[in-house]
DNA sequence: TGTTTTAGACAAGCCAGACTGTTTTTCGCG
DNA sequence: CGCGAAAAACAGTCTGGCTTGTCTAAAACA
């Protein structure tokens, strides 16, 4: 099976659980891992600023020196995390796109109400709050971008594996994929303000309905200039 | 005129400049506006933990004893941003909304781009940290969300109000609107990743050809359930 | 034994809020 | 009109609490 160069499988993480290695790399692994979890508890409950080295590692039951053992730096913690985060998210999103059925998949456009879903994980909050606190902290930013903008890549590619029948429709079909996640993630981002989900289950439905009608051609997407 | 309870006007922020008034009042009042329009530039540049109040402060050109003395604690000059923020973005957009011809209002959905355009505010950009940061902190929680949904409420009201060709729809204009304002912000939110100006205006294009297409009643919205 | 992992103490730095002192404005009263 | 006290606005210091990264030492493992 020939693979795109930004496919999901070319940015697995490094250093996490494998079945085969001797003890010591596994109980490390092991512990990385977990502290990894925690990291993304924290910032999804408490927030970026409040993600101490301290809190992580009570969160994690693991002293302080072993985190910063594995993790020498707060930066190299949060570094790893977007791309633990990031890569666990993906991972489960394609799994269930995949399992869909033809029709679920192409005419009741159930991508969108798993897109929905996974908005709503841990993962997501925690991918949030690194990409908001990486507009305004330096570090941070140079750290965090340069990978969304990779994984950005990545969940292009395989969106467009996932969606085959869309390809024909050109460049109609990226615009819709925007269109689709910056209406979900904004509707995500008002969820608590607006508090309405009748309202929120409508206007889901009305964007499954648009995205219908670009797919039959009836709403027609416009050319970049 | 008659005025609903949720217009605009009935949540003018208080202690702000008024022309008749003590010498000493104006002076202190523009001392607050000063610290005020400081703290959104500080949230918007340096996010929410980063705002400190030294920086603030430093920022106004202001002792931090003068800050303390109008603000005595942290949280209570976040609330007095959260609303002078909120109240002066909102005042501009339904300004500028105001001022725009029938048929830019009307056939070219030129609304979506002035909302656009008040999305790259520092009025918002502050707001928005506000709101994740609120998301995880207690406290900020407890001041910033019934604010937010007040606020939310005026801008339903303050739109309804300027766009009455759409009244007549019923429940799919409010539907319409959160349509617009969770794409938008979310186009927003992912601007620096996606970083691309051509399809973001190809994208908001589409979203005129849509809401054009809503009103017209060739897209259909549904109902709640 | 030698290496990896875990544990915990320590110093340096920063921030919020409390505090004291200073300057400016207001206003009552002669 | 003008003087003096009260009040308001402004300035800056101090302390306690918290966080980070470093460092030492013990424990677990190969």
Not at 15 to 20: A, E, T, Y
Request: some cysteine; charged content about 30%; aromatic content about 8%.
């Amino acid at each position: 099976m020939p693979r795109s160069a930004a496919a999901l499988s070319t940015l697995a993480p490094q250093g996490l659980p494998r079945k085969d290695a001797g003890l010591q790399e596994r109980r490390s692994a092991e512990t990385r891992q977990v502290i990894l979890e925690a990291t993304i508890r924290c910032l999804a409950r408490h927030g970026y600023s409040k993600t101490t080295t301290t809190l992580v590692a009570s969160e994690a039951r693991a002293s302080r020196g072993a985190m910063l053992h594995h993790y020498p730096t707060r930066q190299a913690l949060i570094a790893a995390t977007i791309e633990y985060a990031f890569y666990k998210r993906m991972k489960t999103f394609i799994a269930t796109i995949r399992s869909l059925s033809e029709s679920d998949r192409i005419e009741r456009n159930k991508g969108i109400f798993l897109e929905l879903r996974s908005l709503q994980s841990e993962e997501y909050q925690a991918y949030l709050e690194l990409h908001v606190a990486a507009r305004t902290d330096p570090e941070l930013r140079d750290v965090f971008f340069p990978r969304a903008k990779r994984y950005d890549a990545v969940w292009r590619d395989e969106i467009a594996k996932a969606f085959p029948e869309w390809t024909e429709l050109g460049e109609a079909f990226p615009r819709a994929c925007e269109l689709t996640r910056a209406t979900l993630e904004g509707l995500m981002l008002n969820r608590d303000i607006w508090d309405d989900p009748a309202n929120e289950r409508v206007v889901v439905e009305l964007l499954s309905r648009i995205l219908t009608m670009i797919r039959e051609g009836r709403i027609e997407v416009p050319e970049a200039s």
